[in-house]
């Protein structure tokens, strides 16, 4: 198989688990209700108007636009990795963190424009009589996953009484995580070498062509 396909076929599956857990989440609870599936994991439902683990940067807008820029040269970087035959794992890895970021987008883009707005009292629906609850590019991002693994304890300063890992995340944050956890680990070497050899290669066409 052409690493071309793995790569779609790989960043097409995690798209389709990040979007079907998201609008599972979003069509079926309340705002901030909780499923608890083990005392250390829970889907805990809110919507993020930010980044990652609801840190936020500027106005919606500008953090949507953002975003599709970055995912835009992410984009370049995978197809610059095929066309130059580089391992398929990094290249997978590289796929990871691109597909986490647009599973984020398009929950910006589109689902202030198709879902009404969920409440602690009501749950969304799937294109409303009324029209969606913010513009296109507002729309916020779905989290769901808690894992309040363990409380520091009492007599610990600074940290007693606080949880271990507290932000509420989704499956395409898991992604970005995960991607960029495998590239520094594993991937070091040929991060900085396909950088070299792809927008060096890259700046010397085009200072060719002018």
Not at 79 to 96: E, F, H, P
Not at 99 to 106: E, H
Not at 114 to 123: G, I, N, R
Not at 168 to 197: H, M, P, W
Request: proline letters at 4%.
């Amino acid at each position: 198989m052409k690493k071309s396909l793995k790569a779609t076929l790989f960043i097409l599956l995690l798209l389709t688990i990040d979007q079907f857990t998201k609008i599972l989440v979003k069509t079926n609870m309340n705002l901030y209700e909780d499923i608890r599936i083990f005392n250390w994991f829970y889907i805990h439902f809110i919507e993020n108007p930010g980044m990652a683990f609801g840190i936020t940067l500027g106005s919606k807008t500008f953090l949507t636009v953002f975003r599709i820029l970055v995912s835009g040269l992410v984009l370049y970087y995978i197809v610059k990795l095929i066309k130059s035959d580089w391992n398929i794992g990094y290249i997978l890895c590289v796929c990871l963190i691109f597909t986490g970021a647009i599973g984020n987008i398009i929950d910006c883009l589109f689902y202030g424009v198709v879902f009404s707005e969920s409440t602690p009292w009501s749950v969304a629906t799937f294109l409303p009589e009324g029209g969606g609850y913010a513009p296109f590019l507002s729309g916020k991002v779905v989290d769901m996953l808690y894992f309040p693994i363990f409380t520091f304890p009492s007599w610990i300063p600074f940290l007693g009484g606080e949880l271990f890992f507290s932000p509420v995340f989704n499956f395409a944050d898991t992604c970005i995580t995960v991607g960029v956890f495998i590239l520094i680990i594993f991937y070091r070497k040929e991060f900085n070498s396909s950088f070299d050899q792809i927008f060096q290669k890259t700046k010397k066409q085009t200072d060719k062509s002018s």
